[in-house]
C-alpha cells in the first residue's frame, strides 16, 4: 500500500472513529436523560402514593388493637366530630374522635 493510500485509509478510520465517539456521547445523553426522567416519575409516584394515603387511609402512630366504635357502610358519610375508633394499647385506650367529613370506601 502506498503512503497517500495510507493516509486515507488513516484518515478514513479517524473519520469512522469520530462518529463512533459522537454516537457513544449521544447515547450517554440519551440514558442520563431517560435517567432524569425515570427518577422524576418515580418521586411523582411516590408523592402521589403518599397524597393518596394522606386522603384515604387512618393510621396509628402506635402499635395496637383497632376496633370500630359502630359499624361502617361503603361509601357512608361520617359526620365530624363523632367517634369513630378505639385503639387499644398495652398500657392505655385512645380513642380516636373523626375530626372531619370523610367517605369510607374500599377503593
Do not use: C
Not at 65 to 80: A, M, T, Y
Amino acid at each position: 500500500m502506498s503512503e497517500p493510500q495510507m493516509k486515507s485509509e488513516y484518515i478514513n478510520k479517524e473519520s469512522q472513529l469520530n462518529a463512533i465517539n459522537k454516537e457513544l456521547v449521544e447515547i450517554d445523553n440519551m440514558v442520563a436523560t431517560h435517567k432524569t426522567e425515570f427518577r422524576q416519575a418515580v418521586y411523582n409516584m411516590k408523592s402521589r402514593i403518599d397524597e393518596w394515603k394522606q386522603q384515604h387511609l387512618l393510621i396509628a402512630s402506635e402499635g395496637g388493637k383497632l376496633s370500630f366504635s359502630r359499624f361502617l357502610q361503603e361509601n357512608q358519610v361520617v359526620e365530624g366530630g363523632r367517634y369513630l375508633l378505639i385503639l387499644h394499647l398495652n398500657i392505655a385506650v385512645f380513642i380516636w374522635k373523626l375530626l372531619f367529613r370523610k367517605v369510607i370506601s374500599e377503593r
